[in-house]
């Protein structure tokens, strides 16, 4: 237990508390985050949390290629294959229309390559949604002190809300996102992976 009253858990803890549809703060290879089950009441709790008045569209996380893959139904083209070939685990995120009833939108989905992430992935059924962890126009926590300091600040949960300490994490630009939700592949946040190498890969594709 934090100063501030923040309960610091190990993976089998923390994956628990997802099952029972509570929060884990948690580490990525970029940030650290906020997640759990996806579910329009959980995605509102982070909302009110973090000090937004409407609910961000969220990331969803998983432990393997094959998960997103099984749940692209109709959305996983070459594209998505090579670009997560090349990038995944990693940060790289993809905007794909998962089980074909996600709105034209799509959703943005990554296999992250934080070893505590997968472990906690592996033990909570293989995704959850995660944003960063900060409050509104403030900078994610980079470290669980961080994380620690930034739960406290959002006062109370509605839901059980847990720290899933990773470590302090290095200074590096957040992931890049690319939509494939469209007629061509649009790049729509430069990050961690340069839009260079994105492009590489591409248009390997387009030459096939």
């Known amino acids: 237990m934090s100063a501030a009253g923040v309960r610091w858990v190990g993976v089998d803890e923390a994956a628990r508390v997802i099952a029972e549809g509570g929060l884990v703060a948690h580490p990525t290879s970029t940030v650290y985050g906020i997640g ?40 996983w083209s070459p594209e998505a294959e090579a670009l997560a070939g090349r990038f995944w685990p990693g940060p790289l995120t993809l905007v794909l229309r998962l089980g074909g009833a996600e709105g034209a939108d799509g959703v943005a989905v990554r296999v992250d390559s934080h070893p505590v992430l997968g472990a906690l992935l592996e033990r909570a059924g293989g995704w959850m949604t995660s944003t960063s962890l900060n409050a509104h126009g403030a900078p994610p926590a980079r470290t669980a002190d961080e994380a620690a300091a930034t739960l406290a600040g959002f006062g109370p949960a509605r839901v059980p809300l847990v720290l899933l300490d990773g470590g302090a994490l290095e200074d590096s630009p957040p992931s890049t996102i690319v939509s494939l939700v469209g007629e061509r592949p649009e790049i729509l946040r430069v990050g961690a992976v340069p839009a260079e190498a994105v492009e590489r890969v591409l248009r390997g594709v387009r030459e096939e």
């Open 36 to 75: 759990g089950r996806p579910t329009p009441a959980l995605d509102r709790e982070i909302a009110r949390l973090k000090g937004r008045d409407e609910p961000h569209p969220l990331i969803r996380v998983a432990g393997s290629v094959g998960a997103i893959r099984s749940e692209a139904a109709g959305g």
